[in-house]
Protein backbone atom coordinates (compact mmCIF):
# COMPACT_ATOMS: atom_id res chain seq x y z
CA UNK A 1 0.00 0.00 0.00
CA UNK A 2 1.09 3.24 -0.63
CA UNK A 3 1.89 5.99 1.87
CA UNK A 4 -1.00 7.79 3.61
CA UNK A 5 -0.26 11.14 5.30
CA UNK A 6 -2.69 12.88 7.34
CA UNK A 7 -2.01 16.72 6.45
CA UNK A 8 -3.16 18.19 9.96
CA UNK A 9 -2.19 18.70 13.46
CA UNK A 10 -4.87 18.18 14.96
CA UNK A 11 -5.32 15.24 17.64
CA UNK A 12 -9.09 15.18 17.27
CA UNK A 13 -8.63 14.32 13.45
CA UNK A 14 -5.32 11.80 14.39
CA UNK A 15 -7.86 9.79 17.09
CA UNK A 16 -10.65 9.58 13.99
CA UNK A 17 -8.36 7.83 11.71
CA UNK A 18 -6.89 5.84 14.09
CA UNK A 19 -10.61 4.04 14.39
CA UNK A 20 -9.96 2.92 10.20
CA UNK A 21 -6.79 0.88 11.36
CA UNK A 22 -4.81 2.11 9.09
CA UNK A 23 -0.99 2.87 8.97
CA UNK A 24 -0.21 6.56 8.34
CA UNK A 25 1.90 9.25 9.48
CA UNK A 26 0.81 12.82 10.24
CA UNK A 27 2.60 15.81 9.04
CA UNK A 28 1.65 19.49 9.92
CA UNK A 29 0.96 21.76 6.81
CA UNK A 30 1.72 24.99 7.33
CA UNK A 31 -0.86 27.57 5.73
CA UNK A 32 -2.23 30.27 5.82
CA UNK A 33 -6.18 30.07 6.95
CA UNK A 34 -7.39 33.35 6.36
CA UNK A 35 -10.76 33.56 4.56
CA UNK A 36 -10.92 35.45 1.28
CA UNK A 37 -12.59 38.10 0.19
CA UNK A 38 -16.63 37.01 -0.17
CA UNK A 39 -15.64 33.52 0.28
CA UNK A 40 -18.12 31.22 1.56
CA UNK A 41 -17.62 29.07 4.28
CA UNK A 42 -18.31 25.96 2.17
CA UNK A 43 -16.08 26.93 -0.54
CA UNK A 44 -13.57 27.99 1.99
CA UNK A 45 -13.37 24.60 3.49
CA UNK A 46 -12.55 22.82 0.74
CA UNK A 47 -10.15 25.30 -0.38
CA UNK A 48 -8.30 24.86 2.82
CA UNK A 49 -8.85 21.23 2.94
CA UNK A 50 -7.38 20.70 -0.92
CA UNK A 51 -4.46 23.45 0.05
CA UNK A 52 -3.49 21.77 3.91
CA UNK A 53 -2.92 18.36 1.91
CA UNK A 54 -1.19 20.10 -1.13
CA UNK A 55 1.52 21.78 1.59
CA UNK A 56 2.85 18.50 2.92
CA UNK A 57 3.47 16.95 -0.69
CA UNK A 58 6.71 17.84 -1.82
CA UNK A 59 7.87 15.75 1.84
CA UNK A 60 5.34 12.74 0.47
CA UNK A 61 5.79 12.66 -3.70
CA UNK A 62 3.96 8.93 -3.46
CA UNK A 63 1.62 9.25 -1.41
CA UNK A 64 -1.89 9.70 -0.35
CA UNK A 65 -2.36 12.58 1.43
CA UNK A 66 -5.81 13.95 3.33
CA UNK A 67 -6.80 17.27 4.29
CA UNK A 68 -9.47 18.92 6.41
CA UNK A 69 -11.28 21.73 7.59
CA UNK A 70 -14.11 23.23 9.12
CA UNK A 71 -15.85 26.26 10.19
CA UNK A 72 -18.74 26.76 12.05
CA UNK A 73 -21.43 29.32 11.09
CA UNK A 74 -24.36 30.69 13.41
CA UNK A 75 -26.08 33.15 11.25
CA UNK A 76 -24.14 33.08 8.52
CA UNK A 77 -20.94 34.47 10.29
CA UNK A 78 -18.32 32.00 10.89
CA UNK A 79 -17.59 31.39 14.46
CA UNK A 80 -13.41 30.48 14.67
CA UNK A 81 -11.67 28.69 17.74
CA UNK A 82 -12.30 30.91 20.81
CA UNK A 83 -9.06 30.53 22.38
CA UNK A 84 -9.76 32.93 25.60
CA UNK A 85 -12.47 31.93 28.23
CA UNK A 86 -14.32 35.40 27.32
CA UNK A 87 -14.32 34.48 23.47
CA UNK A 88 -16.02 30.95 24.22
CA UNK A 89 -18.35 32.75 26.69
CA UNK A 90 -19.81 35.47 24.13
CA UNK A 91 -19.71 31.98 21.41
CA UNK A 92 -22.16 29.63 23.64
CA UNK A 93 -24.13 32.75 25.02
CA UNK A 94 -24.76 33.35 21.15
CA UNK A 95 -25.81 30.10 20.10
CA UNK A 96 -27.89 29.42 22.73
CA UNK A 97 -30.91 27.94 21.52
CA UNK A 98 -29.94 28.32 17.55
CA UNK A 99 -29.01 26.39 15.22
CA UNK A 100 -25.07 26.12 14.28
CA UNK A 101 -23.91 24.46 11.02
CA UNK A 102 -20.66 23.03 10.59
CA UNK A 103 -19.32 23.05 7.49
CA UNK A 104 -15.84 20.36 6.97
CA UNK A 105 -14.16 20.01 3.90
CA UNK A 106 -12.51 16.88 3.04
CA UNK A 107 -9.57 16.25 0.47
CA UNK A 108 -7.42 13.35 -0.38
CA UNK A 109 -4.78 14.39 -2.58
CA UNK A 110 -2.96 11.76 -4.88
CA UNK A 111 0.71 13.48 -4.77
CA UNK A 112 2.10 10.76 -7.47
CA UNK A 113 -0.88 12.00 -10.11
CA UNK A 114 -1.56 14.79 -9.01
CA UNK A 115 -5.20 14.69 -8.16
CA UNK A 116 -7.56 15.96 -6.13
CA UNK A 117 -10.55 14.62 -4.88
CA UNK A 118 -12.16 17.22 -2.83
CA UNK A 119 -15.56 17.05 -0.56
CA UNK A 120 -18.00 19.22 1.59
CA UNK A 121 -19.52 17.50 4.25
CA UNK A 122 -22.39 19.78 6.40
CA UNK A 123 -23.51 18.66 10.08
CA UNK A 124 -26.28 21.15 12.02
CA UNK A 125 -26.63 21.36 15.71
CA UNK A 126 -29.06 22.69 17.17
CA UNK A 127 -27.83 24.31 20.91
CA UNK A 128 -30.44 23.96 23.77
CA UNK A 129 -31.55 26.88 25.37
CA UNK A 130 -27.99 27.26 27.65
CA UNK A 131 -27.44 29.88 30.85
CA UNK A 132 -24.69 31.53 31.80
CA UNK A 133 -24.24 29.35 35.04
CA UNK A 134 -24.09 26.24 32.67
CA UNK A 135 -21.99 28.12 30.24
CA UNK A 136 -19.50 28.80 32.65
CA UNK A 137 -19.90 25.45 34.39
CA UNK A 138 -19.02 23.79 30.87
CA UNK A 139 -16.33 25.60 30.29
CA UNK A 140 -14.53 25.11 33.08
CA UNK A 141 -15.15 21.63 33.01
CA UNK A 142 -13.68 21.12 29.51
CA UNK A 143 -11.91 24.04 28.52
CA UNK A 144 -12.44 23.57 24.73
CA UNK A 145 -10.67 26.89 24.01
CA UNK A 146 -9.45 25.63 20.94
CA UNK A 147 -12.63 24.22 19.26
CA UNK A 148 -14.38 25.27 16.53
CA UNK A 149 -18.21 26.47 18.35
CA UNK A 150 -16.55 26.46 21.92
CA UNK A 151 -16.88 22.83 22.57
CA UNK A 152 -16.04 19.21 22.21
CA UNK A 153 -19.50 17.14 21.14
CA UNK A 154 -17.09 13.86 21.86
CA UNK A 155 -17.25 14.91 25.70
CA UNK A 156 -18.92 16.73 27.80
CA UNK A 157 -20.45 19.26 24.98
CA UNK A 158 -23.26 16.61 23.81
CA UNK A 159 -25.33 18.22 26.80
CA UNK A 160 -25.19 21.93 24.95
CA UNK A 161 -27.54 20.43 22.49
CA UNK A 162 -30.86 19.81 21.37
CA UNK A 163 -30.83 17.43 18.19
CA UNK A 164 -27.83 17.20 15.42
CA UNK A 165 -28.42 16.78 11.95
CA UNK A 166 -26.38 15.07 8.86
CA UNK A 167 -24.80 12.13 7.41
CA UNK A 168 -22.00 11.47 9.79
CA UNK A 169 -21.58 12.74 13.53
CA UNK A 170 -17.45 12.75 12.74
CA UNK A 171 -17.47 15.41 10.64
CA UNK A 172 -18.49 17.02 13.62
CA UNK A 173 -14.97 16.26 15.61
CA UNK A 174 -13.19 17.28 12.15
CA UNK A 175 -13.32 14.48 10.01
CA UNK A 176 -15.97 13.11 8.44
CA UNK A 177 -15.14 9.37 8.17
CA UNK A 178 -17.78 7.88 5.55
CA UNK A 179 -16.84 10.07 3.38
CA UNK A 180 -13.27 9.86 3.59
CA UNK A 181 -13.71 5.88 3.34
CA UNK A 182 -15.46 6.67 0.22
CA UNK A 183 -12.76 8.47 -1.10
CA UNK A 184 -9.84 6.29 -0.05
CA UNK A 185 -11.79 3.14 -1.57
CA UNK A 186 -11.81 5.52 -5.02
CA UNK A 187 -8.20 5.56 -4.84
CA UNK A 188 -8.03 1.59 -3.90
CA UNK A 189 -7.14 1.42 -0.45
CA UNK A 190 -9.90 -0.78 0.91
CA UNK A 191 -10.71 -0.21 4.96
CA UNK A 192 -12.15 -3.94 5.40
Do not use: W
Amino acid sequence: MRELVLGSSSPFRRQLLDRLGLDYVCDSPDIDESRLEGETPEALVQRLAEAKARAVAHRHPDALIIGSDQVAVLEGEVLGKPGTHEKAVEQLHRASGKEVVFQTGLCLYDARHDNALVERVPYTVVFRNISEDQIENYLRREQPYGCAGSFKSEGLGIALFERMAGEDPNALIGLPLIRLIDLLERAGVSIL
